[in-house]
């Protein structure tokens, strides 16, 4: 990213706070922009490892392990539309949207990306939320896809310009951190330097796709120039404490891609795996091993054969019980098509959902249901007045790995 976009940002965010900016300088202000349009219940293990299950994965390849997620991602909602995306059109977003889950899961990591800059820092950090609408180029002939858009969120922060520097390396130690905390893989999370047209010098985070490296998040040192030159002739308004000195501050922008981070994490969280089901040659299991902080669906909850309106209702404690702990569940008992488990498992796998919950006819006897795991394919019984805790711990450890 050029650093007129940087500055963008930084316009916004600075005119909120420079009227009544003062204090000490080191400090910042996050700008969230969207669009404008083992057995279950044993220590949880990071994300990376837990995720790794029982069989080596097989990385997908650039052609037919793409063309695969791309087919997933349409076909269990995380892309809109019928038609086929290309490799380009997901990158500039001219595409047709994308699904309900594709929302939620940019939402979630929106949300991690908010936290993580504004909520759990020490330093004094001011949060302000914008509408920000970037025009790309469209595809000429077809009126499905919209124009590129993409969503972005960006730290403004103000330092002094003895410490920038400093500053700059620790935002980007963890900035580049945080990328690889959600990853199966994080050694394909890295950085380099880059410097821009005037000479300023930042650093940009990319992710290793199959076809090459593309940038997710840029941080630049923008100096004081932005300021004065904002500001001609009330340099005083400007000034912070620095120590005993009034300096003007340095300002540092980061501007994270999340559109193109979620790409990054559905390509990261892909796997095809030995199928535990069939002993068919040439099967896969194909699973989206998204982070549970990340996943958009926590929960699928469904029921086995039995007494129907029974069943159905003790699904629909479970689910009420659920939803009202902020833990988002899939309603696959409400759906009339009969599926195996083979093929709900399958279906639950590709859309990521953490866990299967089934309700049976032993739920009814004695409250005991059963727990599958989408990393392990594990599954365990667990009795029903458990399974709130047990999904809010998991959920929970899993945001402190």
């Known amino acids: 990213m050029r650093s007129g976009a940087s500055f963008k940002a930084c316009q916004k965010a600075c005119r909120c706070l420079l009227s009544g900016f003062g204090g000490r300088v ?30 080596p994965r097989e990385a997908p390849e650039s052609g037919e392990g793409s063309e695969t997620l791309v087919e997933i991602c349409q076909k269990r909602h995380f892309l809109s539309g019928t038609k086929r995306n290309s490799r380009d059109s997901l990158l500039t977003g001219c595409h047709s949207g994308f699904g309900p889950l594709g929302i939620e899961l940019r939402k979630n990591l929106s949300a991690e990306w908010w936290s993580s800059v504004v909520v ?9 939320d914008a509408l920000h609408h970037e025009p790309g180029p469209s595809l000429p002939g077809d009126s499905s896809f919209r124009i590129g858009e993409k969503t972005e969120a960006s730290l403004v922060w103000f330092t002094s310009a003895r410490t920038a520097s400093q500053w700059l390396d620790f935002w980007l130690r963890h900035r580049l951190l945080w990328w690889r905390k959600f990853a199966v893989s994080p050694s394909n999370f890295s950085s380099n330097d880059c410097q821009d047209e005037e000479g300023r010098k930042g650093n940009k985070i990319y992710y290793n796709f199959p076809w090459g490296k593309e940038p997710i998040e840029t941080l630049w040192n923008l100096e004081d120039r932005k300021l004065l030159h904002m500001y001609p002739g009330n340099v005083s308004q400007l000034h912070g404490r620095d120590g005993r000195k009034n ?38 299991r194909k699973v989206l091993k998204l982070h549970p902080c990340l996943a958009p669906i926590k929960v699928a909850l469904d029921m086995g054969r039995g007494p129907t309106v029974e069943l ?29 488990l083979e093929q709900l498992y399958s279906k639950y796998d590709e859309m990521s959902i953490l866990f299967t919950i089934m309700i049976t006819e032993a739920t009814l006897e004695n409250g005991l249901i059963h727990l599958r795991s989408r990393d392990t394919t594990m599954k365990e019984m667990m009795h029903i007045s458990k399974v709130k805790d047990f999904l809010t711990k998991y959920i929970s450890s899993a945001k402190n790995l």
């Not at 159905?312 to 195996?340: D, H, K, M």
Request: hydrophobic fraction near 35%.
């Open 26 to 55: 080191d400090g910042g202000q996050a700008e969230r922009l969207t669009e404008g349009s083992g057995a279950l219940g044993g220590p949880l293990r990071s994300h990376a490892e837990l995720s790794q299950g029982s069989v």
């Open 247 to 284: 300096v003007v501050p340095s300002v540092l922008s980061i501007n994270g891609d999340l559109d193109l981070g979620m790409l990054a994490y559905l390509y990261d969280s892909f796997q095809l795996t030995e199928n535990s089901f069939t002993r068919k040659k040439n099967l896969h």
């Open 120 to 128: 759990f820092r020490e330093q004094q950090v001011f949060p302000v």
């Open 312 to 340: 159905r209702q003790v699904c629909q404690g479970l689910f009420n019980e659920l939803l009202e702990n902020g833990i988002s569940v899939w309603p696959g008992y409400l759906e009339t098509a009969q599926a195996s």
